[in-house]
């Protein structure tokens, strides 16, 4: 299985908008709905930020927001936060083996 | 609240097996809601899956670790475990325990993390 295919960095300021994208096949992303993001803090817990392609889990801030259009998912972090300088990663359901993650993208608040 | 906590050896021989446990606190591994799954990160790398396993007994595990892993459920403890075979220092990484959710494929609780070496 190959991993999905993200942005190694994303940049912005404080107060801006960025969005991160994944990208995959019609057997994975693009294949259903079944698309999670993480925010991943070295040393830290990953922490589930997106399911379902666009559902917030309870506590995750409205200024995360996902989406998806064909083989391709996004991550619309708004009004960045100094908070929000993190690793995000895509995954996503994939029949064979049920998930693969992407590649990671790293998110720097200039 | 469910909470998820790894254990097991930091360091470990080229050649031999990894092995793990992973606690769950708060909840009954038994759930049929959810499978349970082991994720790593070498250094300066990403995620990357290792397997799942389905309290029915359905396993499921990355192509390129299949012929060396297993991973097992134990209900008495309320535990699932990790066992990594004839590892090298290429799975030197941080090894994570998740609660999957069935319903959409995803990882809704993590445990900390734990760094195993493979090294001599």
């Known amino acids: 299985q190959s991993a999905l295919t993200q942005p190694a960095s994303v940049s912005g300021s404080p107060g801006q908008s960025i969005t991160i994208s994944c990208t995959g096949t019609s057997s994975d992303v693009g294949g259903h709905n079944y698309v999670s993001w993480y925010q991943h803090h070295p040393g830290k817990a990953p922490k589930l930020m997106i399911y379902e392609v666009s559902n917030r889990p309870s506590g995750v801030s409205n200024r995360f927001s996902g989406s998806k259009s064909g083989n391709t998912a996004s991550l619309t972090i708004s009004g960045l936060q100094a908070e929000d300088e993190a690793d995000y990663y895509c995954s996503s359901y994939i029949v064979t083996t049920l998930g693969v993650f992407g590649t990671g993208t790293k998110v720097t608040v200039l | 609240q469910v909470q998820l906590q790894e254990s097991g050896p930091g360091l470990v021989k080229p050649s031999q097996t990894l092995s793990l446990t992973c606690t769950v606190s708060?909840?009954?591994?038994?759930?049929?809601?959810?499978?349970w799954s082991w994720i790593r990160q070498p250094p300066g790398k990403g995620l990357e899956w290792i397997g799942f396993?389905?309290?029915?007994?359905?396993?499921y595990y990355n192509p390129s670790l299949k012929s060396r892993v297993i991973i097992s459920v134990d209900t008495s403890k309320n535990q699932f475990s990790l066992k990594l075979s004839s590892v090298t220092a290429a799975d030197t990484a941080v090894f994570y325990c998740?609660?999957?959710?069935?319903?959409?494929?995803?990882?809704?609780?993590w445990g900390q993390g734990t760094t195993v070496t493979v090294s001599s």
């Open positions: 396993n389905f309290y029915s007994g359905r396993t």
């Open positions: 998740a609660r999957g959710v069935e319903k959409w494929y995803g990882m809704d609780v």
């Open positions: 708060g909840g009954s591994i038994t759930s049929g809601d959810y499978y």
